[in-house]
């Protein structure tokens, strides 16, 4: 029986995603750059191949996180890289946060005022907590970063309040990728602006690949 369409799109970019993680081990920088660009445009596959109707916008939103992993693949050669990642991004996270609105069932309870508040209030706390560590150091960025940092938190925020309003893996799955998502931000931002740590890449890689496919793997799952 052949296989199909979506597990070989899933498979692809397993296969991809151990082949990226492994160039970054090794310091295989010409693996990098043809592995990483690759792991979008899969999950991409996989996301229209599962999908019977597929939103176009949600393609989108993954179209602006590859434009980003391809953009920061040169940052270190100049800075103007690095910040058409960033706007590149945030794009994408606007894009996510409407697609999340929008994959939900309006009308349908969730979280109540009180409980959205107690929720929120570790992610903001998280969120803003870092911006204030990191600010000394961000000198021209800091505008930019700031910037990003609300948007980032607004669509982890978007993504819990999905909670009761779709079903429980779909949830989850979003949620989950969300909160990674801004897990891998974080370092980014940490390993640039405030300490370089060992293996940072490869920690950012790894909490931004499965970020990707738990927010893929979600929407689809929505009922």
């Known amino acids: 029986m052949p296989m199909k369409r979506n597990k070989l799109f899933l498979i692809s970019f397993l296969l991809i995603s ?3 993680i492994t160039s970054l081990l090794m310091g295989w ?5 043809v592995a990483k660009p690759l792991l979008i445009p899969l999950l991409i596959g996989y996301y229209l191949s599962k999908s019977s109707n597929g939103s176009k916008l949600f393609v989108v939103a993954l179209l602006f996180c590859w434009a980003g992993d391809s953009l920061l693949l040169f940052q270190e050669w100049d800075q103007y890289f690095f910040l058409g990642g960033l706007v590149a991004f945030l794009i994408g996270h606007i894009t996510y ?3 999340y609105k929008r994959f939900q069932v309006a009308g349908q309870d969730g979280l109540l005022g009180p409980q959205k508040i107690r929720y929120s209030l ?5 969120g803003t907590g870092l911006i204030t560590i990191l600010f000394p150091g961000l000198d021209s960025m800091a505008i930019p970063v700031i910037l990003y940092s609300c948007v980032l938190m ?3 925020l978007t993504a819990l309040f999905r909670f009761g309003r779709t079903s429980s893996k779909s949830f989850w799955m ?3 990728g969300a909160i990674l998502f801004m897990l891998s931000d974080s370092l ?3 390993n640039k602006f405030y300490f370089s740590f060992a293996d940072a890449d490869v920690q950012i890689m790894i909490t931004y690949i499965l970020a990707q496919y738990f927010i893929v793997e979600g929407i689809t799952q929505h009922k």
Request: net charge negative; no cysteine; glycine share 0%.
């Open 174 to 176: 979003v949620f989950a």
């Open 29 to 33: 920088q010409e693996m990098h750059f």
């Open 122 to 126: 570790p992610i903001l706390l998280t």
């Open 188 to 190: 980014i931002a940490i």
């Open 154 to 156: 607004i669509m982890v």
């Open 97 to 99: 946060i409407i697609v």
């Open 18 to 20: 151990l082949v990226e």
